[in-house]
């Protein structure tokens, strides 16, 4: 009943809600609890067992979509690895993310977009080779325009319209759905005129993936990457020690869009990871940290900065001991 009664607790906390397969988390339970009649089971070993299986019944919650590229977290799980606290947090980040109400900040900047719909002649997009949908892109430009209200442009073709001009307007966002004013022959809308708004509904497929959907009558689609990223996350983070120093190796394949790197520490389970050393050289994919003491415990992450900020952290390595 104890162990029941933390793993109600953290549904609770988490506020995970339709495990659509509670017979898979029953057995794994059962299997994992000792009898009544068996002395001194290991409680922690349990503990990890637990939340191990809270994790798959989550996952399991969840439309397998959710686990494509686009929602890749930057961990990696082997046999016989600890998950730390900071991979916990960030995985249960990611599915609260996933089910967010989407906000005016989140799609501020630039995203381009490819455009689909039928074959109706309607819009003046490319025909594809199996004609069965047109085609075409576009960018779209989200501004907060300072004031508490936002504006937007799109360069031809303007999905908003199906025209192949570029598009201005005023536009908010309540309950996923963007609300837009749209312009006629480059003038600019009346947002008392119920003909100048228009309805997109969003849907959130990651931090730079968004799904538009416009026209119920003639639906039309597109596919929005969010442009001027920072970089991607190192990958391949390794450790060697020496007698004075432990030090770090990582690889990149995105060093054009990289400016440096910058390497960050804790030393302690409940520690929050540090600064510790920054390059701007993206070529240089090493670091040796003699800033360590003998006996000491330290984990590494290392992220990749450009001009657009700080990237996603690599994956954690540790702990690394002196």
Not at 6 to 15: A, E, I, N, P, W
Not at 141 to 168: A, L, P, Q, R, W
Not at 170 to 181: C, D, R, S
Request: with cysteine; hydrophobic share 35%.
């Amino acid at each position: 009943m104890v162990v029941l009664h933390h793993l109600h607790h953290l549904h609770q906390k988490k506020q995970i809600h339709q495990v659509h397969k509670p017979s898979l988390s029953a057995l794994a339970l059962l299997l994992v609890m000792p009898s009544s009649g068996t002395p001194n089971f290991n409680r922690r070993g349990i503990m990890k067992k637990i939340i191990l299986i809270v994790l798959a019944s989550i996952l399991l919650s969840y439309p397998i979509s959710l686990m494509g590229a686009d929602s890749e977290t930057p961990f990696e799980f082997k046999a016989g690895d600890t998950i730390s606290a900071d991979m916990m947090n960030e995985i249960f980040d990611y599915i609260n993310n996933a089910n967010k109400m989407i906000s005016a900040s989140e799609l501020i900047g630039t995203w381009s977009c490819q455009l689909y719909t039928a074959p109706t002649g309607e819009c003046p997009w490319t025909v594809g080779t199996e004609l069965l949908h047109e085609h075409s892109s576009s960018t779209l430009v989200m501004i907060d325009d300072g004031d508490g209200t936002y504006s937007y442009t799109t360069h031809t073709s303007n999905m908003f319209t199906c025209e192949t001009v570029s598009g201005f307007g005023e536009w908010i966002v309540k309950n996923n759905v963007l609300f837009m004013v749209v312009n006629a022959d480059q003038v600019a809308g009346d947002p008392s005129n119920v003909g100048a708004v228009k309805l997109v509904n969003l849907k959130k497929i990651s931090n730079t993936k968004l799904l538009l959907e416009y026209n119920p009558a003639l639906p039309r689609y597109a596919e929005c990457d969010r442009q001027n990223l920072p970089p991607n996350p190192p990958s391949s983070l390794t450790s060697d020690n020496s007698s004075s120093s432990i030090t770090l190796t990582w690889t990149d394949n995105q060093t054009e869009a990289v400016t440096g790197y910058k390497v960050i520490r804790k030393t302690e389970n409940t520690d929050n990871f540090t600064l510790v050393y920054t390059n701007t050289d993206n070529t240089t994919r090493t670091y040796a940290d003699d800033n360590v003491s003998t006996g000491g415990t330290y984990w590494y992450r290392v992220r990749a900065y450009n001009s657009n900020g700080d990237g996603t952290p690599s994956m954690v390595i540790g702990p690394v001991q002196r």
